[in-house]
């Protein structure tokens, strides 16, 4: 059902944990769902320098934050925002379509982090002008 | 080599080096065709026969009372579509619980379409019926109770024997799926009131794909399969006579090891439920505390997820089950344990351990062990637990 890198990053994940006062913290999902990710986000200059995660979710959420983390890290900002869900899926190997959702849940975690940042910072942040942290992604569906 | 241990017998069970033994010679030198006149086909025929009665003894029952299928969840359709449409002039009312098999309440879902009015019964937290609300939602129009023996997911065993009581006062028939009780527990017909009982070889280390419907004499219901005339023409198709003789044979071991069997499990189940309790903060054990199967356990562990729990312990060669919704693929976690009230947060963090004759004291050490370990990793990956910490 999943592949090995999904196996690995769920058995070894990678960046767990929190990162005390973080330039910018986000969480989506929720408890009735079965998945939560939150994403802990330490920006110098624009880069993002650390990251770490927790996630509340199964095999293939813990490995989608994993990854998610792997594929921020030393990122501009704007780099950052270009990681989609097929992105992580792809970085793990593929997921399983019943799936798609835990990749989806990444990539809304990091948006929502670098929300929290913008609005920490009172800065703008081009192409996060209409992203809902709260918009549910826990459909099982058909996600790219 | 990573231990193994196996601990959802409540899915399957292996088979028994005696009930393989029994079952080989048909599927080579004794391959006849029950239907046969011939020597080899006569000795089908005897096999068939003599597994017919060890069926029907184990749950007091007469030979001539069991039909032969092609496992559980065709007994359960049998039993719900032949009263169905055997007795529709008498009424079109049917009464199951929530926490049924899919066997039970999709083939409720189908006579609903057809026409037919379903009440789904209440279950209270431990997952046992209200006798009260089961008398309220009889009608005129009712034809069929049918309310398992023993839920498969959290083991709570109905109170069967008043439920037959309840429905032979309004001249109903009760079935029963007894799948996960039959091996477990004592069943006799005659004494529990029970008109129909479906059951399946390969939860009591028998064969997959063979089971048994045990239709008391006299009741009115349609053919399962059009055909042959086998099983005297209520289920046609050629017998399968190793599947059938393995069922006797598991049926019968069953049986006759059913007080060690139960002691022993009882035993193990006490020990890891008292175990894991003692042990592991935030764990709930779901189902009733003493109305439950021998083997049965079923934990929720807060904070963590049903799926990445199973992962974890299929890492460490511990295999069970789990209801929560991801590892499932559907939105809800398990109908049953929705059904018993727990909060979709809890109902994704549930483990079900079932054991069986193979397991013993020292599994029972390794999966506390190893789920302490594990509960703690995945909880200190938990924001829900970060919460709760914070809180502390």
């Given at each position: 059902m ?5 196996m690995d990053?769920f058995?070894?994940?990678r960046n ?19 998945d939560?990710?939150?994403m802990?986000l ?7 320098t650390?990251v770490?995660?927790k996630t509340f979710g199964?095999g293939?959420a813990i490995?989608?934050?994993?990854m998610?983390?792997e ?10 925002l270009?990681?989609t869900n097929k ?14 959702h835990?990749?989806?849940?990444a990539?809304?975690?990091?948006k929502?982090a ?7 910072n ?7 002008e209409n ?14 | 080599?990573?231990r193994?241990?196996?601990m959802?017998n409540?899915?399957?069970t ?7 033994d029994?079952?080989m010679?048909?599927f080579?030198?004794?391959?006849g065709?029950a239907?046969?006149v011939?020597?080899v086909?006569r000795?089908?025929k ?13 749950i007091?029952a007469?030979p001539?009372?069991?039909y ?5 969840s065709e007994?359960?359709?049998w039993?719900?579509?032949g ?6 002039n ?13 066997a039970?309440?999709?083939t ?6 057809e026409g037919f009015?379903v009440?789904y019964?209440d279950v ?5 019926i209200?006798?009260d609300?089961?008398?309220?939602s009889i009608k005129d129009?009712?034809i ?9 997911e ?6 069967v ?12 028939y ?7 009780a039959?091996?477990?527990?004592a069943i006799?017909?005659?004494e529990?009131?029970i008109d ?5 070889a ?13 239709i ?5 219901v349609?053919p399962?399969m059009h055909?042959?005339?086998q099983e ?11 599947g059938?003789?393995?069922?006797g044979?598991?049926i019968?071991?069953a049986?006759?090891?059913?007080e060690?069997?139960?002691?022993k499990?009882?035993?193990l189940r006490n ?9 592991i ?14 083997g ?7 904070f ?7 992962l ?6 511990i295999?069970?089950s ?6 499932s ?9 929705m059904a018993i009230?727990l909060p979709?947060e ?5 483990l079900?351990?079932s ?10 050490d390794y999966?506390?062990e ?5 509960v703690?990793?995945l ?10 910490r914070g809180?502390?």
């Open positions: 999943y592949s090995e890198k999904v990053h058995s070894n994940p767990v944990g929190e990162i005390q006062n973080a330039d910018g913290v986000g969480e989506v999902g929720n408890a009735k769902c079965g939560i990710m939150k802990y330490k920006i110098d200059d624009g880069i993002i650390d770490k995660f199964c293939s490995a989608s934050s994993s998610a983390t594929l921020v890290k030393g990122k501009t900002i704007d780099e950052a270009g990681i992105a992580v899926a792809e970085a793990l190997d593929g997921l399983p379509p019943v799936k798609m835990c990749s989806v849940l990539e809304q975690a990091i929502s670098l929300l929290d940042y913008s609005k920490k009172g800065i703008q942040i081009k192409g996060l992203f809902d942290p709260n918009e549910d992604a826990h459909d099982h569906g058909d996600h790219e | 080599m990573t193994q241990i196996y959802d409540a899915a399957t292996p088979i028994k080096k005696e009930v393989l029994a079952m010679p048909y080579t030198e004794k391959f065709n239907s046969s011939y020597r086909g000795e089908s005897k096999a068939l026969d003599e597994s017919r009665e060890k069926v029907a003894k184990s007091g007469k001539k009372e069991i032969f299928t092609g496992g559980g007994a359960d359709n039993a719900i579509k009263v169905a449409f055997a007795n529709r008498k009424g079109n009312h049917i009464i199951t619980s929530k926490i049924e098999h899919p039970v309440l999709n409720c879902e189908y006579l609903e379409k009015e009440t019964l209270d937290e431990y997952g046992l209200n006798l609300e089961l008398k309220n129009e009712t069929l109770i049918t309310i398992m023996f023993a839920n498969n959290i083991g709570t065993i109905q109170p024997k008043e439920i037959g009581e309840i429905a032979h006062q309004k001249g109903i009760f079935h029963t799926d007894a799948v996960q039959i091996g477990n527990v006799n017909v005659e529990l009131n129909m009982l479906s059951l399946s390969h939860k009591i280390y028998g064969p997959k794909g063979v089971g048994a419907l045990y008391r004499q006299g009741v009115k349609h399962y055909g042959g005339a005297k023409s209520r289920r046609a198709g050629t017998e399968n006579i190793p059938i003789v393995g069922l044979k598991a019968e071991l049986t006759n090891n059913l060690e069997h139960n002691s499990l009882l035993k020990k890891l439920i008292n175990d894991v309790m003692s042990k903060d935030y764990v709930r054990l779901n189902g009733h505390p003493e109305k439950r199967l021998p049965n356990v079923n934990f929720s562990f807060e963590i997820e049903g799926e990445a729990l199973l974890s312990l299929d890492m460490v060669g295999a069970g789990s209801g929560s919704a991801c590892s693929g559907s939105l809800d976690p398990s109908h049953v344990l009230g979709h809890i109902a994704h963090g549930s079900r351990l054991l069986g004759d193979f397991n013993n004291e020292e599994d029972i999966v506390v190893n789920l302490g370990i594990i703690n990793r909880r200190q990956m938990s924001p829900l637990y970060e919460k709760v809180n502390a």
